[in-house]
């Protein structure tokens, strides 16, 4: 078992303004304490919530502060990379998903290539893809 840590709610947790901070923070509480598995999120998600909190907050020093936080924590969460085929994979997958932006598409082979059932999400366009548990409380 395991988790996969979408950029909404990473970027929740980190940002006191917003509204849905304190369920972001009880998400990753429970993630990091392992009940879900190791924790894992993408390049791709830490490069979407750096540039969402810096346009947000109009604060690149918020931004840069979640960056070195991420960093420090990776004993907390595997952050990975992508390779070719699954780049490759993520591309196939965005000509099928009508709902889902690229970055949630790799969310989705990323899941399938390292066996990751659970979602901490947001984002309701994952609510129609089969076999994955979303978890938003």
Partial sequence: MAIFLDTGVLVAA???QDQS?????????????????????????IDEATTLLEVRSKNRALSQSFLKKCIES???????????????????EYSRQKELSFTDC?????????AIQNLATFD???RTV???RIIDQ
């Fill in 106 to 114: 790799n969310h989705l082979v990323l899941m399938r290539h390292h």
């Fill in 124 to 126: 309701s366009g994952f």
């Fill in 14 to 16: 980190y940002n006191v």
């Fill in 74 to 92: 990776s004993g907390l969460f595997t952050i990975l990379g992508i390779s070719e085929s699954e780049f490759t994979d993520t591309c196939k």
């Fill in 130 to 132: 089969q076999g994955i």
């Fill in 21 to 45: 901070r304190e369920r972001a923070q009880a998400i990753l509480s429970k993630a990091f304490r392992g009940e879900f598995g190791n924790a894992y999120t993408s390049q791709y998600v």
